[in-house]
């Protein structure tokens, strides 16, 4: 079984939104400090946001007043809210704990994102 499970990418043109979900399963959610990273293809996994146990936000600076990130403990879900999508947004999207580490070097599968047109 999965302890984090990604989804809701997919190709959106430029301008455009999409709502990531992350599933957490086999921890206690609401202990954590989770973050949503991400990755572009030839470079390194980047942190985009993260949300501390309180519900109190950081953003990276270039996703400030685009990207919005949330979190429901009584689903033990993760959410990242993308408005204005740019093509340089385009990367695998990832959740874990923030710092990285929920288990390990534990990382899912991760959602793509593409913007393009």
């Known amino acids: 079984q999965e302890l984090l499970v990604e989804s809701g990418g997919g190709l959106v043109q430029p301008g455009g939104s999409l709502r990531l979900s992350c599933a957490a399963s086999?921890?206690?959610?609401?202990?954590?400090?989770l973050g949503w990273y991400r990755q572009a293809p030839g470079k390194q996994r980047e942190l985009v946001a993260y949300i501390t146990t309180g519900g109190s936000t950081t953003y990276t600076d270039s996703v400030k007043g685009r990207f919005t990130i949330s979190r429901d403990n009584a689903k033990s879900t993760v959410y990242l809210q993308m408005n204005s999508l740019k093509p340089e947004d385009t990367a695998v999207y990832y959740c874990?704990?923030?710092?990285?580490?929920?288990?390990?070097?534990?990382w899912g599968q991760g959602t793509q994102v593409t913007v393009s047109s």
């Open positions: 874990n704990s923030y710092p990285p580490g929920i288990v390990g070097d534990y």
């Open positions: 086999g921890i206690i959610f609401s202990r954590y400090v």
